[in-house]
């Protein structure tokens, strides 16, 4: 939805070449970033409100002076503040946007919605890109984020190339995309394991790295064994270079690589190696470009690797994403142990090159064969005989040598304390391998065994020479110079020049005067003397000598001057950044405020309105239980369209009110399941995308015409958006959300907070569920249920079985699947706020869902029954939970909604 009266803001730039994104946690990998050519840089504050909080990150103090040295090394400055806000944080967070844009930073990358919507009042100049973590993954989506202001989308790393392709037809708004480093199991922003499992949100910065943590299979309520893949939900990390190509084909802006926690090698090594991919893309990629890459990818792998593959730009393949023996740094694989002797170990090399990888638990194996495996959705182009479309470009041969780390693979990857160190002595034994000699103390030899593979984790080299480039001087000439030189005989020298948005003109001292020999001002001249920019951040780009008479002469100290004059003007200009108005207190007309000012459009339940309860169902016997209780409303969520058209029937029928959910997340070319809900003429939709908002919301222009009362269908946001705060919830209420679910984020005191600054009766509660805790494109039952590497080749195993995932303490989580093929796994606890509901009543707040998972038509009639007994006033929250435990194998806990104090 356009504002005809908004601030004007940025337009997108159109680049022709992608840019090269690097991170930066600290100065040191800052400055590897910079050293080794880095178009543009992303890091985080000290004040926290950014998705790597354990990076050290950078102050606001001195951000100016950060910003000034990105400025001269010709790149350009992105800080993140991708996290989600609570309301007692939004004029904290304001005053450091305010900071931000007068530090001369180029671009804010923001996950709520609300920071865009501060720094559009703040500083309409500066550029906001959209965090993947606010999952916005699709055009649709980009339209709800252009109508914030953003001005360019870091798109999902679950997208393919073609996907990307359809994104980019869709929308104006510039595309950045992940192209290296570490892959999220879960969809960026909807992960809510840290919050339900370690009390932290990875929406606060806070991840807690579950999904590198040991999983059991368990299928049918029986543990299926896989040896030893455990790590079920860790993947592999990305090297996209073989989607290069075809994301310059898109016109994609940018290249990201992950990496904020890591050190300066691992970025030196990542930038490096797609500066020259994309020169070699650029020009045409020969045999000798493939095999700079192939030596490139052994760096990559030492530096950080946990293994690598395409990620999802080739499509999804469940049978590579995931290799399940390690859930951290492996590094190189060098070979397997061929013999062990008192201080030194043979090692051959690996006759695959590579370790094992998918298989199907019900055949229990381990590998599957090369031919079974279908055909990925978009495959890439091979590299260097890459065997497959999904194993990533292929890497060069290691070779060991003194000095190097290794570690061998006893099959206890957590465990510390596995055996290595480093290499004193190589000999090279030629097609028997290597002997690597161990000094004293060495590692434990003893534990070592024939057959276990053998991984170079480390390179002294590498680190040394990441340490010169930090070192080092800062970079030079990186900024490009325009100089038009004019001048008359007997006049002044004119000299201008422009850089970026800087410029600066200056005068010679004395008159021209014309020579009786030689060529005078001559553009060569010119270029050697007032143009030598050595020692500075300028290079000379173009030089205009069209106004300059010929003949002309004025002594070289004067050029040289006028150089430094030049170099005086231009230089604070390109560090401090484009100029921008910057109002510290536009802030305050948005925070705040009571909750009647918030959308009157949609009439509000009145306070003698009851609580009602809305159960969400994903069963036809959780529907009959909704039935037989009498309840007047069922929101319906179902794995497949035809179950679901068919429980649309039967709740009609029983005279229901109808709400149906989206997916969660809708990528491009999925708008038919949106349309697909919509024929089913539903009397509300409980959106879970920003792309569903687009579609269904009165005030965003979309909507069907009818539900079945002949009324467009409600719309409903779910916790999915991830509201923590006034603002972004009035922005959806403007939208013409009826209600918006509170963010499983938020604890008691947070949600209260909010609830003073909006109309509680908008505000809907999820008081029963078992918290979705990852949602993610990886299937697990394809992946280990079966040998396809997508829905076309999977069988559909998920449509016979039932699978959980038992974590290290013994708790059993529920994986299921949606009509998209996508997981989500939910928390093996119940999570209830039944203590908390009363005092959410009467406050006034009217909405309040329970969630429904495997519960059989019994558990649901007792769960419900229970909780329409609660908002009746009929039993206290003592005895909720009393019955609501009963049959919960894992308990109830508060959760999220605990209420602290007394």
């Given at each position: ?6 601030p ?14 690097a ?51 010709g ?10 806000l ?26 709520d ?21 606010m ?134 090594s ?5 500066r ?19 030596a ?56 695959d ?38 194993s ?102 004119r ?19 014309v020579g ?52 005086a ?146 719309v ?19 939208l ?148 609501t ?18």
């Open positions: 939805m356009s504002d005809p009266n908004a004007e803001q940025p337009a997108p730039r159109r680049r022709a070449r992608p840019e090269i994104l991170p930066a946690g600290d100065f040191d990998a800052l400055r590897a970033a910079l050293a080794s050519g880095a178009d543009a840089v992303y890091f985080g504050l000290d004040d926290g409100f950014n998705a790597r909080a354990r990076a050290t990150n950078f102050s606001r103090e001195n951000l100016g002076a950060v910003v000034g040295e990105i400025h001269r090394a790149a350009r400055a992105y800080v993140t503040l991708n996290t989600l609570f309301e007692v944080e939004l004029p904290g967070v304001a005053a450091v946007i305010a900071d931000v844009a007068a530090a001369g930073v180029d671009a804010l990358i923001v996950q919605p609300a920071v865009a919507l501060l720094a559009r009042a703040i500083c309409p100049a500066l550029e906001l890109h959209a965090s993947t973590q999952t916005i993954s699709s055009p649709e989506a980009a339209a709800f984020a252009a109508a914030l202001g953003v001005t360019r989308v870091v798109v999902p790393r679950e997208l393919s190339v073609d996907e990307i392709r359809r994104f980019a037809a869709g929308t104006d708004l510039e595309l950045e995309v992940f192209v290296h480093g570490a892959l999220c199991m879960s969809w960026s922003g909807q992960c809510l394991t840290s919050e339900a499992w370690g009390g932290r949100s990875a929406n606060r910065g806070q991840c807690a790295q579950s999904c590198r943590m040991p999983y059991e299979l368990v299928v049918d309520g029986e543990r299926r064994p896989l040896g030893e893949v455990e790590y079920l939900l860790s993947p592999k990390d990305l090297a996209g270079f073989r989607a290069i190509p075809a994301l310059c084909e898109v016109g994609v802006h940018s290249l990201k690589i992950e990496g904020r926690l890591k050190g300066p090698a691992y970025v030196m990542a930038v490096e190696s797609h020259r991919w994309l020169d070699a893309v650029e020009r045409g990629v020969t045999p000798a470009d493939e095999a700079t890459l192939a490139d990818m052994a760096d990559l792998t030492v530096a950080y690797s946990r293994g690598f593959g395409d990620g999802f730009l080739g499509g999804s393949d469940h049978q590579t994403l995931v290799e399940g023996r390690f859930p951290k740094h492996r590094g190189l694989l060098l070979g397997r142990v061929a013999e062990v002797g008192p201080d030194s170990v043979r090692v051959v090399p690996d006759p090159g590579r370790a094992p990888t998918g298989g199907a638990a019900l055949t229990q194996t381990a590998s599957t064969a090369a031919g079974a495996l279908g055909t990925p959705v978009a495959a890439l182009p091979a590299l260097g005989g890459a065997p497959d479309a999904a990533g470009p292929p890497t060069a041969a290691p070779v060991p040598r003194p000095g190097v780390g290794v570690v061998f693979d006893d099959g206890h990857p957590e465990d510390q304390r596995e055996p290595g160190g480093p290499v004193f002595s190589v000999d090279d034994l030629g097609p028997r391998g290597w002997r690597l000699g161990f000094g004293r103390p060495g590692p434990d030899l003893s534990r070592v065994a024939r057959g276990q593979r053998v991984w170079m984790t480390s390179d002294p080299a590498l680190n040394r020479r990441a340490e010169r480039l930090v070192a080092g001087a800062p970079p030079e000439g990186r900024v490009a110079v325009a100089l038009w030189v004019r001048g008359e005989p007997g006049g002044r020298l000299v201008g020049a422009r850089a970026g948005h800087a410029t600066a003109e200056v005068e010679g001292d004395g008159p021209l005067t009786l020999t030689g060529d005078g001002l001559t553009p060569a001249l010119l270029t050697e003397k007032l143009a030598a920019f050595g020692g500075t951040c300028l290079r000379l780009d173009t030089l205009d000598t069209s106004g300059l008479a010929p003949r002309l002469h004025t002594p070289v100290s004067e050029l040289k001057r006028l150089r430094r004059a030049l170099v003007a231009l230089v604070p200009q390109i560090e401090a950044g484009p100029p921008r108005v910057v109002d510290r207190e536009a802030w305050r007309g948005l925070v705040g405020g009571s909750p009647s000012s918030a959308s009157p459009e949609i009439e509000a339940p009145s306070p003698d309105t009851k609580p009602q309860l809305v159960p969400l169902c994903r069963t036809e016997a959780q529907l009959e239980a909704v039935i037989a209780l009498g309840l007047p409303e069922v929101e319906l969520d179902f794995m497949e369209m035809v179950g679901l058209s068919r429980a649309v029937t039967r709740a009609r029928a029983a005279g229901l009110s109808v709400t149906l959910a989206t997916v969660r997340v809708q990528k491009p070319g999925e708008e038919g399941y949106d349309r697909r809900l919509a024929a089913l003429a539903p009397d509300a939709v409980l959106v879970r995308h920003w792309g569903g908002v687009m579609t269904f919301a009165r005030g965003a222009g979309g909507g069907p015409e009818s539900g079945a009362s002949g009324a467009r269908p409600r409903h946001g779910d916790f999915s958006l991830n509201v923590t705060n006034s603002l972004t919830f009035r922005r959806l209420l403007d013409g959300l009826e209600t918006v679910t509170a963010a499983h984020d938020l604890d008691a005191a947070q949600l209260a907070a909010l609830m003073e600054h909006i109309p509680a009766s908008r505000l809907a509660v999820t008081v029963h569920h078992h918290i979705p805790t990852y949602h993610t494109e990886h299937c697990v039952y394809a992946h280990l249920l079966s040998h396809g590497r997508d829905f076309r080749t999977c069988g559909r195993p998920c449509e016979a079985h039932r699978v959980a995932l038992r974590d290290h303490k013994g708790r059993e989580h529920p994986v299921i699947v949606d009509v998209g093929c996508r997981n989500t796994v939910f928390n093996a606890e119940a999570q209830s706020a039944a203590r908390l509901t009363p005092k959410l009543v009467a406050a006034g707040v009217r909405r309040f869902r329970a969630e429904l998972v495997w519960e059989t038509q019994a558990q649901a009639t007792e769960v419900l029954s229970a909780w329409q007994a609660l908002l009746a006033a009929r039993i206290p929250p003592a005895e909720l939970l009393r019955r435990g009963v049959h919960e194998q894992f308990g109830v806990t508060a959760g999220t909604m605990r209420i602290l104090g007394p």
